[in-house]
């Protein structure tokens, strides 16, 4: 299983996650390689007002949370500060506590995961804005200042392989419980173990769009390999995914819509330690224009660059900061 598969919407082993969060803000989180890119202001960063700033950038460990994390430190290195690249922490809680702890300063996160994982509430708020507000406004007392949203959401989908829609025509969740109910035969889901039981994955989209979908056809397998056998194979005609995913495009899957939306939004967010974004509000200005242009199928195709052609996400980052004017090299 690739990296991006990794994530989780749980706390990624609890106990085990917690403790290594707390070991290393014990030890200060200063390991890490300073960001030695030649990098310049474009449309972001000019006059360089984090001059003299030296800043540290982590992330989660799965893909797409790396490209986010490395898209913040090159624009503040571009923007004239020291950058110490910290991406790539064990989970979600070390990164989350890093930030809140002040050992690292900025990196990107998701109002789905901070208002049911960090924050301990069971029921989503459908409103991708309101759930931004109101997780911008409980976690100021965390001493974690969120930016604002953009619309790249990575939640939990199903998907189906355009050549087996061509003759189901599924657009909705809704017409997959129409057809457990016309065709149950039909209906064959390959899921993750985890997926499969919890409330807020297949057990609660059940009861939510009031299908049953018979155990034996139910397959579990590592997430990496769903795609691949909802693409390739028939065994399984729908299959678990996250939205961002850069697999959905490259093995051509259409993703059906969460018309009753269960699923939570996961949109990404820029997250700065309070007491950095006191002393260098100016990140407000640098990283607002990048989070606008993040979407979902954006992130798709950053994801496939990593995820599907095997690049290095840090320079998938840079690529598109450059092509998108944020930066300059050199």
């Not at 474009?42 to 986010?68: C, D, H, M, Y």
Request: aromatic letters at 6%.
């Amino acid at each position: 299983m690739g990296t991006y598969g990794v994530r989780r919407r749980s706390l990624l082993g609890g106990g085990v996650a917690l403790s290594l969060a707390l070991l290393l803000g014990g030890c200060g989180l200063k390991s890490g390689s300073p960001m030695a890119d030649e990098v310049s202001p474009g449309s972001v960063g000019r006059g360089r007002p984090l001059q003299g700033a030296s800043l540290t950038v982590t992330s989660k460990n799965f893909s797409e949370n790396i490209v986010l994390g490395q898209m913040i430190g090159l624009v503040f290195k571009a923007a004239g500060a020291e950058v110490l690249d910290r991406t790539n922490l064990p989970g979600s809680i070390s990164a989350r506590e890093a930030v809140v702890n002040g050992d690292a300063d900025a990196m990107y996160e998701y109002t789905g995961t901070a208002w049911i994982t960090y924050l301990g509430h069971e029921e989503p708020i459908v409103a991708p804005q309101k759930q931004w507000e109101a997780v911008r406004d409980e976690d100021r007392g965390n001493g974690v200042v969120w930016l604002p949203q953009s619309t790249l959401d990575n939640t939990y989908a199903l998907a189906i392989s355009k050549k087996n829609n061509a003759r189901y025509r599924l657009r909705t969740l809704s017409d997959v419980a129409a057809l457990t109910k016309s065709d149950p035969g039909a209906v064959t889901i390959c899921v993750e173990n985890e997926f499969a039981s919890r409330d807020d994955g297949l057990t609660g989209m059940e009861r939510r769009y009031g299908m049953k979908i018979p155990a034996a056809d139910i397959r579990k397998m590592d997430a990496g390999i769903i795609y691949t056998q909802v693409s390739k194979s028939g065994s399984c005609l729908l299959g678990e995914v996250f939205t961002t995913d850069g697999r959905i495009k490259a093995m051509d899957l259409e993703v059906l819509e969460d018309d009753k939306h269960f699923f939570p939004n996961y949109n990404a967010a820029p997250v700065i330690h309070r007491a950095t974004y006191e002393k260098y509000p100016e990140i407000a200005d640098l990283l607002d224009p990048v989070s606008r242009k993040l979407t979902t199928e954006v992130a798709q195709v950053l994801n496939a660059k990593v995820d599907v052609d095997g690049e290095d996400p840090h320079e998938v980052a840079k690529e598109w900061l450059v092509a998108e004017g944020f930066i300059k090299e050199g």
